[in-house]
């Protein structure tokens, strides 16, 4: 405890030194003890409020803190500068509501990883563990206020992926480099990520996963258009206004791609299955997945085309996900038995998918 303790206090010193450069004019700056907030868990996200007096004013400022993991996370790298830049252009030239980024610092020098730095947004986000179906901020809400919810969430997507890419200058973003295909790049990510980031070479059989990819891969369609797409969308990604229950912001945006936007709306729908699952029930005021189409068309004015196909694709990456964290819990030492990695939520859904399509 102590050990934590004295790095939380070095970690607030060098930080302090650091703010004191991006706040020349800042006397007496005083950093708070640094806390997590409830979302934000792939990547280290702590709160901290600075407070300096300036000209002889007290200032403050409540902000995030959101650095590339110090250990072993569940993606193979993470680009805090495609986070930055995404939150910056939509920030500075469309509506999608986003935390206005400060600054970024890519030397990891500094803290020992990259980081960026934002404000802090005073909203709430439904969280994954306990599944906010069973508990919490959605649970408590009511039926009118979850659908305004949903509403409100959908309304930003649409935002989000009418919004022009390329005059954004969003090529930075995977699958906007001229030498990437759009089209093809989302799941060629997804394979290298199953096959060398989990597997332990070619022998290492993930069943289900296998043959998902062989579907994805063999069936995979021409998109009718291609937009950024946010990439972890669910609602546990979104800070809501506490009171009017809108979007405050959209966060998260390390798995954000250019590509079909059909994948955003299927990744809302399988993310919100998977916390039903695990609270055991549904929610009034939650859309069916006919209803949630048919707000994105009511929305966009845009038919939505190959929800089939892009529910196994957002199935197939979630479940790849808690593969990878199973697997390396169980090689840490966490007793994961076997029955686990079959029966969890994901691969059962992915074997329903399969059957459906045949």
């Not at 069936?219 to 990604?237: F, H, M, S, T």
């Not at 929610?283 to 209803?291: F, I, Q, W």
């Amino acid at each position: 405890m102590a050990s934590e303790e004295n790095d939380e206090i070095e970690i607030r010193r060098k930080l302090t030194d650091w703010l004191s450069t991006k706040l020349p004019h800042a006397d007496a700056l005083v950093l708070s003890e640094l806390h997590k907030p409830g979302a934000g868990e792939s990547s280290d996200t702590q709160l901290f409020t600075a407070s300096w007096q300036e000209a002889g004013q007290p200032r403050s400022l409540d902000a995030v803190l959101r650095c590339a993991p110090t250990e072993d996370g569940p993606f193979p790298e993470y680009d805090l500068a495609m986070q930055y830049g995404v939150m910056k252009a939509l920030g500075e030239h469309t509506r999608v509501p986003v935390p206005e980024v400060l600054w970024l610092e890519e030397d990891a020098g500094v803290l020992g990883v990259p980081f960026l730095t934002m404000k802090a947004v005073d909203a709430q986000a439904p969280l994954d563990f306990p599944p906010y179906h069973g508990d919490g901020f959605y649970k408590d809400a009511t039926p009118d206020q979850r659908r305004h919810m949903w509403r409100s969430t959908v309304s930003a997507l649409v935002e989000q992926h009418a919004a022009d890419w390329q005059k954004l200058g969003l090529d930075f973003v995977a699958g906007g480099a001229p030498e990437q295909d759009p089209r093809t790049h989302a799941l060629g990510y997804w394979r290298y990520y199953l096959e060398d980031w989990i597997k332990q070479g070619k022998r290492d059989p993930a069943p289900v996963f296998d043959e998902a990819l062989d579907y994805l891969e063999q069936n995979r369609p021409d998109p009718e258009r291609i937009a950024l797409c946010w990439g972890d969308a669910k609602l546990g990604n979104v800070l809501y206004d506490r009171a009017t229950r809108d979007v405050a912001a959209v966060i998260d945006w390390e798995l954000a791609t250019i590509g079909d936007p059909g994948a955003d709306l299927a990744s809302l729908r399988v993310s919100d299955l998977r916390a039903q699952d695990g609270a055991g029930t549904c929610l009034k005021g939650t859309p069916d997945e006919a209803e949630l189409i048919a707000l994105y068309e009511e929305l966009s004015g845009r038919p939505v085309r190959n929800f089939d196909y892009y529910l196994i694709f957002a199935t197939f990456w979630r479940g790849s996900v808690a593969l990878k964290v199973m697997r390396r819990m169980r090689e840490q030492g966490a007793d994961f038995d076997d029955s686990m990695f079959e029966n969890h939520f994901p691969v059962r859904y992915l074997r329903q998918l399969l059957d459906a399509v045949g």
